[in-house]
């Protein structure tokens, strides 16, 4: 029986994802909540560090490649245990994104995956405080 993914999930960036706070990243923390690892494809973790690459196309046809990567050297002898999206600072920065703006991934028809976002209405003066993940399941 084929798993059932999400066809769109949402994160809410933050000043740390939008490299803000001039801190260094490997990307944005995906959380290990099932709903939402369901969205992207499935990662060994057998394997040291496993990772997809992923094309995603925003609005305008323009195509980016991210990756996807399971951080488990936990497993191996190691520290970290986590899921990240890497690889997004060009189109972070391509398009001005800041705190509070919203990234929209979603899948298509064929399974081809998407990318858009929306703009925060308000400006982050940095002293916003967001506890909890801030990633949603927006049609499952």
Not at 2 to 13: D, H, N, Q, S, V
Not at 34 to 56: C, G, I, Q
Request: with cysteine; aromatic share 12%; proline share 6%.
């Amino acid at each position: 029986m084929p798993i059932e993914r999400p066809k769109a999930i949402r994160k809410e960036l933050s000043r740390n994802d939008t490299g803000e706070t001039g801190g260094h990243q490997a990307g944005i923390l995906v959380p290990r909540e099932p709903t939402v690892l369901r969205f992207f494809p499935s990662l060994d973790a057998k394997e040291y560090n496993p990772r997809h690459s992923l094309v995603f196309r925003d609005e305008v046809g323009e195509k980016w490649t991210f990756s996807f990567i399971y951080y488990n050297n936990k497993l191996f002898g190691g520290t970290r245990n986590e899921y990240r999206l890497t690889c997004m600072t060009p189109f972070i920065r391509s398009h001005n994104l800041r705190a509070g703006d919203t990234l929209i991934l979603s899948r298509d028809e064929e399974n081809r995956f998407n990318i858009t976002f929306e703009r925060l209405n308000e400006p982050d003066d940095g002293d916003r405080l967001t506890l909890g993940t801030t990633w949603k399941v927006i049609d499952f």
